[in-house]
């Protein structure tokens, strides 16, 4: 009969192979972040592709929030800038923002800092897409609008890019 008092090598095994795990779940979501920021369900979803155990998964999460290396505010600002120089409109930026675990309080405040912008890139995808001139008809003009549509862009802002291309 084994006394209680003694310590088991195999409990002693356990910390040991628990806190190897943990590090080398810290270690991969830092590799991640090195790259490029992450919002925290992206990580998430990433790390448990990983197999790492879930519980794992939540305190590495804590700590690099509570560090601050990882941030929604932070991923935020960086996705809408990203995709707001690739062309792409408010409403489809909102809807990957969504998708990513992003909610509207860290969503409208990036999104109304370039509020002044978005016609103006909506009329510079037009152009670059179609070229300086008015469409000639109803089915081009529909095609330019489905097209800036499809971006992301309201009905007020491709109105206005459509309207620029006629002034010119």
Same mark, same amino acid.
């Given at each position: ?8 090598? &195999?409990? %002693? ?15 991969s979501a830092l590799r ?11 990580? *998430? ?10 519980? !794992?998964?939540?305190?590495? &999460?804590?700590?690099? !929030?509570?560090? @601050?290396? &990882?941030? @929604? ?5 960086? +996705?809408?800038? #990203?995709?707001?120089?690739? #062309? ?8 990957? &923002? ?5 909610? %509207? ?11 002044? %912008? ?6 510079? /995808? =037009? ?9 000639? %008809? +109803?089915?081009?003009?529909? *095609? /330019? ?5 499809? =971006? ?6 491709? *109105? ?9």
């Amino acid at each position: 009969m084994s006394s209680p008092l003694i310590a088991s090598p &195999l409990a %002693d095994s356990d910390t040991d192979d628990s806190a190897e795990r943990y590090q080398r779940a810290y270690a991969s979501a830092l590799r991640l972040l090195a790259r490029r920021e992450h919002s925290e369900l992206e990580l *998430r979803r990433k790390l448990i592709a990983r197999s790492v155990d879930t519980a !794992l998964i939540e305190q590495v &999460l804590a700590e690099l !929030l509570d560090d @601050n290396l &990882l941030s @929604n505010a932070r991923f935020t600002e960086v +996705y809408v800038r #990203g995709r707001f120089e690739r #062309g792409y409109g408010p409403a489809r930026i909102r809807a990957e &923002l969504r998708e990513r675990g992003i909610d %509207d309080a860290l969503q409208q405040p990036a999104l109304d800092g370039l509020s002044d %912008d978005w016609i103006e890139s909506a009329t510079r /995808q =037009r152009s670059k897409r179609f070229g300086l001139g008015y469409p000639d %008809d +109803y089915r081009e003009r529909a *095609r /330019q609008m489905r097209f800036l549509q499809q =971006r992301g862009f309201s009905g007020e802002q491709i *109105r206005a890019a459509l309207a620029s291309a006629g002034d010119r």
